[in-house]
Nanobody, 127 residues
Framework: QVELVESGGGLVQNGGSLRLSCVASGRTFSSVAMGWFRQAPGKEREFVASIRWDGGSTYYADSVNGRFTISRDNAKNTVYLQMNRLKPEDTAVYYC????????????????????WGQGTQVTVSS
């Protein structure tokens, strides 16, 4: 099990940028895929982005592709989500997650693949 703590959320204007960070505890961070999900009020949690355990591949939801970038620093046990050209529809609580199994080769985008979740950080984009 990996413990995750997100930070970096806040209020930003339409078209602005934010960078979310997620720090993980435990020795297994460098072996697991990491993902970001979000949940807007009244909506189901949805996939945003994921990154392979070694950072070798990334995967994005269509709605954020080209605007968001996921990255990781295994030496710091940290995964990031750089969010540019933010839109009001990006407003949500953002959660980072770690995969249940290590060394996954295939893209991880299903919530069922992830077994550890952070508490979430609020991102609000004003119009």
């Amino acid at each position: 099990q990996v413990e995750l703590v997100e930070s970096g959320g806040g209020l930003v204007q339409n078209g602005g940028s934010l960078r979310l960070s997620c720090v993980a505890s435990g020795r297994t961070f460098s072996s697991v895929a990491m993902g970001w999900f979000r949940q807007a009020p009244g909506k189901e949690r949805e996939f945003v982005a994921s990154i392979r355990w070694d950072g070798g591949s990334t995967y994005y939801a269509d709605s954020v592709n080209g605007r968001f970038t996921i990255s990781r620093d295994n030496a710091k046990n940290t995964v990031y989500l750089q969010m540019n050209r933010l839109k009001p529809e990006d407003t949500a609580v953002y959660y980072c997650a770690a995969s249940r199994r290590p060394y996954l080769a295939a893209p991880a985008y299903s919530a069922a693949i992830f077994g550890s979740w952070g508490q979430g950080t609020q991102v609000t984009v004003s119009s």
